[in-house]
């Protein structure tokens, strides 16, 4: 895994390299998230309104569906 940014310029936006395991964990984990908490206690424990998260997670699934299979 590896961090990018510029330290010039205020962080408005990071570049994140992952493995695609370190992607997998990362998408389950939102959706656990989605799952395990209701829409009331979301904003108050995760800090973002569910519908982001969703976002978020479906723009990740965009990315994993365009990588090549390679069968293990």
Not at 45 to 62: K, S, T, W, Y
Request: glycine share 2%; proline share 7%; net charge negative.
């Amino acid at each position: 895994m590896q961090l990018e940014f510029d330290p010039e310029v205020p962080v408005a936006e990071v570049r994140l390299t992952l493995s695609v395991d370190e992607l997998e964990i990362f998408w389950s984990s939102l959706r656990e998230t989605l799952e395990a908490l209701d829409e009331r206690e979301f904003h108050t424990r995760v800090g973002f309104d569910p519908q982001e998260v969703r976002r978020v997670q479906a723009e990740l699934a965009r990315l994993m569906n365009t990588l090549p299979y390679v069968p293990s």
